[in-house]
């Protein structure tokens, strides 16, 4: 809605893992709301949201060479994190995804740790517990490149929401143009 108040009304917002696809069965276990027992290894269970990526990434680069914007929801930065948080390796960890569509900018929200378990709802997930949620921020940490912009999440919605309008116009002028990178292929 701002961005279409904004005039870029040529986009698209797409959450991922993306569950209308082949694998939705697959992705849906493996991440239940409610904890039950899941016979995957946490390698089934990234390399089940890696396909999930890869199926949906042909699509985005046609939506993307076509002029539609597209804003993701997480990607695969989140199933790397989460992963090697799990104690996977790192770069295991990303290989499955290398070569995937880059983003033109990542907006990484923060707050300190006391702030989000203050938060509604928070520990209702299966992986909000604070000891590993320490984890994934540092596996973050570890993925930040230069086309990530760290936000301040301890704010109220609509100042967050002001800053994301405002840097995603720009990011959306600055590429306009632009071809449409691929994820990590230049790391060794």
Known sequence: MFLVRAG???HRVQHTPVRETALRP???E???RVPFQVNLSDEAVHLLFSANRWEKAGNII???EAGT???L???CYSGVAFSAAKGLDLKWCKSPDVGLPKPDKVFFLTMPFEAIIERKGFGQERYEILDFQRKVVDMYSQLKEENWDVLDANRTIEDIQD???QKTLAVIKKSENERVGKIWVNET
């Open 73 to 75: 929801d997480r990607y």
């Open 26 to 28: 697959n992705l849906h």
């Open 62 to 64: 046609k939506t993307l």
């Open 163 to 165: 800053e994301l309008v």
């Open 30 to 32: 493996s991440t239940p």
């Open 69 to 71: 914007t597209i804003i």
């Open 8 to 10: 870029v009304s040529d």
